[in-house]
């Protein structure tokens, strides 16, 4: 009982010409309907457009003046001297956190924190930095941004002063 397996013997041709025909043939029948869905091109014109009735032209408005008020007020005195104390105290913990074998958290400073006199360089910097970007909001009328911004320089160097007398 021997079993023997026969093969047809198929030329290259004969083989790749049989899909290929029933790829052409399958789009051929798929196609065929989707060209008869050609658009006219009068749809693609656009209409003529026409003015509106109700147009006219519209009158430029002023806005009242900002309430303007000098840089160097009681209110922004108040609050660079109280900046520039917080970086003050901020200066001193951290030069003895330093000395204590502490490290500087925030990565500006770790520039710095490599002797007295670069520490002492950052915070003024800071103190200086603030007043100066306050100034530039104060010039281009921006009174609320001026004083948010030494306000937030004011909570963040609390916040650092706090952080170094608890870690001490």
């Known amino acids: 009982m021997g079993h023997s397996l026969t093969f047809m013997s198929t030329t ?8 290929k025909a029933a790829l052409l043939l399958l789009f051929s029948c798929v196609g065929a ?15 003529a457009m026409e003015a509106a009735p109700f147009v006219r032209p519209v009158e430029p408005i002023t806005l009242p003046e900002a309430p303007s008020h000098k840089f160097w ?16 105290a901020d200066f001193v913990a951290t030069r003895n956190n330093l000395q204590n074998g502490g490290r500087e958290l925030n990565p500006v400073s770790r520039v710095f924190a490599g ?25 281009s ?15 963040a160097s609390a916040t650092a002063v706090s952080f170094d007398l608890l870690h001490h």
């Open 12 to 19: 290259w041709i004969g083989s790749n010409l049989k899909p």
């Open 33 to 47: 309907p989707a060209l008869a869905q050609q658009a006219s091109l009068a749809l693609l014109q656009p209409k």
């Open 73 to 88: 007020d009681r209110k922004n005195s108040f609050l660079f001297a109280t900046t520039a104390a917080l970086s003050t």
């Open 115 to 139: 002797s007295t006199a670069g520490l002492a360089l950052n915070f003024a910097g800071e103190t200086v930095g603030v007043i100066g970007v306050s100034y530039l909001f104060h010039r």
């Open 141 to 155: 009328g921006h009174h609320k941004l001026e004083r948010a911004v030494t306000i937030l320089n004011i909570g």
